[in-house]
Each structure stands twice: as C-alpha cells, then as structure tokens.
C-alpha cells in the first residue's frame, strides 16, 4: 500500500498543480494557444502570431469585469492583492535572474537600454519605454530581453482603470453606457492611429483599451443561442478564425489595424459558448494556459539569450531547443513562485497578505532603482 500511495500523492499533486479545480479548461486552452501563437511568432514560423497578445487582452478584459463589475460589493482590497500577487513575484524573479546573467558581460550600450527596459518594466510602464526606444517587429528588439512585458505593463494599466471605474460605480446610472462608449472610443483612437501610421500605437492603452472592453461587455451582453449545433459551429469557426488569423496575418494586421476586430470577435465568441461541445478542440491545451504567465515571461528572454550566444540564428530545431529551454525555466517559476504566492494569498490573513504586498512593492522600487542607476552609469554619451 505504501508503494502505492506515493505515486498517488505526486499525481494528485500535478493534477492540483497543473489542472487546477475551480477554472474553465476551455479558457486554459484559449490562453494556451495564446502563448504558443506568440511563441511560434517570436521563433519566427508563424507570421502572425501576434494575435496571441489580442487573445490574452480580450480574456482579460473578461476576467476582470468579472471582478469589477460583476461582484456587489465590490472589494478593492481582495482585487488589488490578487492582481499584485499574480503578476508581480514572477516578474520580479525574472528581471533579477536575467539581469544578474546578462548584464555583466553585454556592451556598455546594451546594458544601459537592457537595465533601463528593465526598471521600467517594475513599474509597469514598459509600454512606454518601448514606444519611445524600438519598434517591436525590428531587427533590434532581439537586443532586449525584457521587450515583452510592455504587454504586462498594458494589462497593470488597464487593472488601474478597471479599479477607478468600479470604485464608481455606485455613482453611476448607466454603466452599460460607460463600457460601450470606452470600447467605441479606444477604437476609434486605433482606427486614427492605423490612418495616421502612428506604429507606436501597437503599445498604446489608449489603442488597446477596446480590446479589453469588449472581453467586459460579455458580462453584459445577452447569451447566445444555445442549440448545440449552432453553438458547435460558432465555436469551431471562432478557433479556425484564430488559426488563420495566425497563419496569414501579416504585422500590417497588428494592432491598431482594424483586422484585430477579428481575433478579438473569435475570442469573444469562444468565452460566450461554454458549453460548446467543440470546446474539446481547446481543451486539450489547459496544462498549458495554467502556465501561460510564466511561458510568456521566461520564452523571449531565452531567444534572446540564444541570439547574444549562439554563434548562428537560431532556426528549425535550434529553435525549438531554446523554446524548450525557456519552457523548463517557465515550469520552475510557475511551480516555485507563481503558484506558491498565489496559495499564499488565498491562505494568508488580511493583515499579513497586506504586508506581503507592500513588501512586494519595497522589493520592486529597490531593483528598479538599482537598474535605473546602472543604466545612468552605462549610457554612452
């Protein structure tokens, strides 16, 4: 019986881990070919697997009217720690492992941007840097390993307004008429951005900001049909419009383009349909969506590193081996810090969750700070 049991036990343990209870596995899966879509793109084999960022923005925006504006009371306490306890910790794990392995040995140049990216992306303000440093489809973005969390710094952002806006709902009659004129106005400053050329736009709250809405106004929004047929195909062709978006999106179709609408539509549908029965054609990827966050944080400063290393590009199965690099580092952090300090959170008391936070938010000021002085000193003049 003993043999037995320990097995048992590290099963039920991934199985906790892994496959968590509580949670919509269709939606795991949605974010799972959200992540390997970017994933796929930054290896270079897909051209449009941009699309992944549109998926995770509109789930999201979904998640979060959920707490905001679906939960009466609101409880801005419970939201703020949840959201610093998700994103936070692997962040700041990430940026201090890769900066204590790169920083020392790049050129002075790319250290004083790299350090300097980096402090910005602490105060969720990545965005920004971006926007006024590089182009994120550039030869040159693959110098800056910590490029991709202007999308991290878009989602904090967004929270921060999401929060106004449900400290004052009490004050508001038509909330509804809120949501919609957010989401038609952030459209129309994309659409203006797209005719003006505007590119830095693609790191824009204000081009993105319809994209998180339209994953919010689901909550207000009649249920669709529920004949297993329709909803069967619906389902099904949102996931092959995703696909195809993927596959022949080009970066002319990113964001602020209006082909976004598509991705960000397909993905509306597939939240709207729960109880699909072609929902199976996601599922299967929900191991993967569980560990989105950590995926997304850990791949692009692997390909980075394999192009500060590696004597050649890394292509075919080069590639796939720094992906899978990346993908062991993302299981670590998500097993060993993500998970553990979202279970802290869940367990802790109100009064130690609290200092927790603050002790996050302490830890972050301090990297981002010290970053913030190494850049200074290493900027070329």
């Known amino acids: 019986m003993q043999s037995f049991s320990v097995p048992q036990t590290g099963k039920n343990s991934l199985q906790a881990l892994f496959f968590p209870a509580g949670r919509r596995r269709d939606i795991d899966g949605l974010r799972g070919l959200a992540?390997?879509?970017?994933?796929?793109?930054?290896?270079?084999?897909?051209?449009?697997?941009?699309i992944g960022v549109d998926i995770f923005i509109v789930i999201s925006g979904y998640f979060m009217g959920r707490s905001a504006f679906m939960q009466h009371p609101f409880q801005p306490e419970r939201f703020v720690l949840?959201?610093?306890?998700?994103?936070?910790?692997?962040?700041?794990?990430?940026?201090?492992?890769?900066?204590?392995?790169?920083?020392?040995?790049?050129?002075?140049?790319?250290?004083?941007?790299?350090?300097?990216?980096?402090?910005?992306?602490?105060?969720?303000?990545?965005?920004?840097?971006?926007?006024h440093h590089v182009g994120y489809f550039e030869g040159q973005s693959i110098a800056y390993p910590f490029l991709h969390t202007w999308s991290?710094?878009?989602?904090?952002?967004?929270?921060?307004?999401?929060?106004?806006?449900?400290?004052?709902?009490?004050?508001?009659?038509?909330?509804?008429?809120?949501?919609?004129?957010m989401l038609v106005a952030s459209f129309g400053c994309s659409l203006y951005a797209a005719h003006a050329g505007n590119h830095a736009a693609y790191y824009s709250i204000l081009s993105r900001l319809w994209e998180f809405s339209l994953?919010?106004?689901?909550?207000?929004?009649?249920?669709?049909?529920v004949s297993r047929l329709f909803s069967a195909l619906?389902?099904?062709?949102?996931?092959?419009?995703?696909?195809?978006?993927?596959?022949?999106?080009?970066?002319?179709?990113?964001c602020p383009s209006a082909m976004a609408l598509v991705p960000c539509v397909a993905t509306m549908l597939i939240i709207m349909l729960p109880q699909a029965a072609s929902r199976r054609l996601i599922e299967p990827l929900s191991p993967v969506g569980v560990i989105s966050y950590s995926l997304y944080l850990w791949h692009w400063p692997a390909i980075v590193l394999a192009a500060y290393l590696l004597p050649f590009p890394a292509q075919g199965l080069s590639?796939?081996?720094?992906?899978?690099?990346?993908?062991?580092?993302?299981?670590?952090?998500?097993?060993?810090?993500?998970?553990?300090?979202?279970?802290?959170?869940?367990?802790?008391?109100p009064a130690a969750a609290q200092r927790g936070v603050i002790i996050l938010i302490m830890m972050c000021a301090m990297v981002a700070l010290s970053l913030a002085g190494l850049s200074a000193v290493s900027r070329v003049h």
């Open 82 to 131: 949840r959201r610093l306890y998700r994103l936070v910790p692997a962040l700041l794990v990430m940026i201090c492992v890769v900066s204590a392995g790169m920083l020392w040995w790049v050129l002075q140049s790319d250290r004083s941007d790299i350090a300097q990216n980096g402090a910005y992306a602490l105060v969720y303000l990545s965005n920004i840097w971006a926007s």
């Open 234 to 254: 619906c389902y099904g062709a949102s996931v092959a419009a995703l696909l195809l978006c993927a596959v022949f999106y080009d970066l002319t179709d990113a």
């Open 152 to 181: 991290l710094s878009l989602e904090m952002q967004f929270y921060c307004i999401i929060f106004l806006i449900a400290l004052l709902l009490p004050l508001l009659r038509y909330r509804q008429v809120l949501l919609y004129a």
């Open 319 to 349: 590639m796939a081996l720094v992906l899978l690099g990346g993908a062991f580092a993302a299981v670590l952090s998500y097993a060993g810090v993500e998970r553990p300090m979202l279970d802290y959170e869940n367990r802790a008391l």
């Open 35 to 50: 992540v390997l879509l970017v994933m796929f793109f930054h290896a270079g084999w897909i051209s449009g697997g941009f």
């Open 215 to 225: 994953g919010t106004v689901i909550w207000v929004l009649p249920a669709l049909p």
